[in-house]
């Protein structure tokens, strides 16, 4: 064969030229070859170099995406150090992320990139997952393990270990479950601040407050978004202790009564020494996170979102009756001396015995209801996602008056008025006896919540501000502006009003 001088091409002995580049071979001598394919070494050698060639213009074709992913790098580190549970945190997050993707889509076309960028985000990756683990484990240094569904109520000797911590303070009465007891009309022992308060204290609980707070011996408890049951002091806000109920986010309000708190979330229902959070017994109860328990009498009745109400014993857990529900229970239960009064979103209404759990009556409403439903006197008042307010008799189920005010949170009442907080911002006042409005303050904010009341006060969080009004005539007496939008029902007793919001502060404010 005649390699050619020129392009190196593997030519035949024979040929005068090169077939490759068409350069005069006559006089280049031949050489033997085993190869019976001429040129093909130097074909593939040539071949080599465009790819090279072709991947470097690709390479500097394509545009910097590096600094894309850096920044995305830089605002994942803004992120976790303004925090997981804070508005601003989320917003920087998304915009990491949108930014990385940026960095990657831009040099997805450069290997030698992308294999570099590829192992920076891996790293990136590893830091941020060790931060969020000493986070998580800084936030549950008190915390016990989680309670896993029990076989059997039988009581346990495991529990929380309680942070030491200074004295409750006096506090001369309590608010032991949701709408301050077990009928829960939101009537609160009071006294409210007369005036403008100011903040006392507040506590950050690292996740969203759905719940309304409970108090009892100078001791708030609260449970958060992230499903961790807090013990704060009601005088100087010192968390007293903490544990871990539940993964899942619950928004049902824990009852405290007789130095116990029930609470429930997820797949569990448990009773815990109020004193130090130690577990005194747990059953499992599927996903029964959102409605809160009501306690009377020995009994403390709380529902299942599998369409289950149940009454259990306050002192062994055991379960004294259950009933199924056409719907499901999303509301608290209203307990009195003889009956338990229960809605479902189905809109239907129950009342049944007690002790026994035999069914006295059955009503359907117009709509369904989430909403407790509250029991003043011998009068029920149920509201409905149709924005309705009805009236009924205790007794008999006998529906006496409806109101449409637009509200589907239940009324606060003296048994004189109803005060209702409607979502388009509106806060009624409603005669007990005639369903007649009475009076109407726009507050023009949201109302994400149930109002509570205390002597002539009714106090109810519109958008981020805790508003006090004039029962009687609906005026406006303060207000007090919080961090966030308040999603927790107020709780007033002593001077003080506790509530929470949604960038997952307790607050105490308190007159000047």
């Not at 392009?7 to 040929?15: F, L, S």
């Not at 170099?49 to 994942?76: F, N």
């Not at 200074?166 to 601040?193: C, I, K, R």
């Not at 008042?381 to 205790?394: C, K, Y």
Request: proline fraction near 5%; charge should be negative; hydrophobic fraction near 40%.
């Amino acid at each position: 064969m005649r390699i050619c001088p020129e392009c190196g091409w593997e030519n035949d002995e024979h040929a005068a030229f090169c077939v490759s580049c068409a350069g005069n071979i006559r006089s280049t001598s031949a050489v033997a070859s085993s190869d019976t394919r001429p040129g093909v070494a130097v074909l593939q050698k040539r071949l080599e170099r465009e790819r090279r060639r072709h991947d470097r213009m690709r390479s500097e074709d394509s545009p910097g995406g590096g600094g894309w992913i850096a920044a995305g790098a830089v605002l994942i580190a803004i992120a976790l150090i303004v925090g997981p549970d804070r508005s601003v945190s989320l917003m920087v997050w998304i915009a990491a992320v949108i930014v990385a993707i940026a960095g990657i889509w831009q040099i997805r076309r450069d290997y030698k990139a992308m294999r570099i960028w590829g192992i920076f985000l891996a790293g990136t990756a590893a830091l941020v997952l060790v931060f969020v683990g000493i986070r998580a484990i800084q936030a549950s240094g008190t915390f016990t393990d989680d309670i896993g569904p029990a076989l059997s109520a039988t009581p346990t000797e495991t529990g929380s270990t309680p942070v030491t911590a200074t004295s409750a303070g006096s506090f001369a009465g309590s608010v032991p479950m949701s709408g301050g007891g077990p009928t829960h009309d939101s009537q609160m022992p009071g006294p409210a601040p007369k005036v403008s308060p100011v903040l006392a204290w507040q506590l950050d609980t690292g996740g969203e407050l759905y719940s309304a707070p409970t108090i009892s011996n100078g001791i708030v408890y609260v449970t958060s978004k992230t499903g961790v049951l807090h013990a704060v002091d009601a005088m100087s806000g010192e968390e007293r202790w903490a544990r871990e109920v539940t993964s899942y986010v619950t928004r049902a309000t824990p009852a405290v009564v007789d130095g116990t708190v029930y609470v429930g979330g997820g797949f569990s229902f448990s009773a815990l020494d109020a004193a130090t959070g130690e577990e005194r017994w747990t059953i499992p109860l599927q996903y029964g996170g959102h409605a809160s328990p009501s306690v009377r009498g020995g009994l403390v009745v709380v529902s299942s979102q599998q369409g289950w109400i149940f009454a259990l014993s306050t002192e062994t857990g055991d379960v004294a009756w259950r009933l199924p529900t056409e719907g499901i229970v999303f509301g608290a239960a209203s307990i009195t001396d003889d009956a338990v009064i229960y809605a479902t979103d189905e809109g239907i209404l129950y009342s049944v015995d007690r002790q026994s759990g035999r069914l006295d009556w059955r009503v359907s409403l117009p709509g369904a209801i989430y909403a407790t439903p509250v029991v003043i006197d011998d009068t029920i008042l149920a509201t409905t996602q149709a924005g309705e307010l009805h009236a009924l008799d205790l007794t008999s189920g006998d529906r006496r008056w409806s109101a449409n005010q637009g509200s589907a949170h239940p009324p606060a009442t003296n048994g004189d008025v109803a005060v209702l907080a409607a979502s388009d911002g509106g806060i009624y006042g409603l005669d007990v006896a005639t369903g007649e409005r009475r009076w109407l303050y726009p507050s023009g904010k949201q109302v994400m919540t149930a109002p509570a009341i205390s002597e002539n006060l009714a106090i109810v969080g519109t958008g981020n501000s805790l508003l006090a009004l004039d029962i009687a005539t609906g005026e406006a007496v303060w207000y007090f502006l919080a961090g966030d939008t308040i999603e927790s029902a107020p709780i007033m007793i002593d001077g003080f009003v506790f509530f929470g919001s949604r960038d997952g502060f307790l607050n105490a404010v308190r007159e000047r």
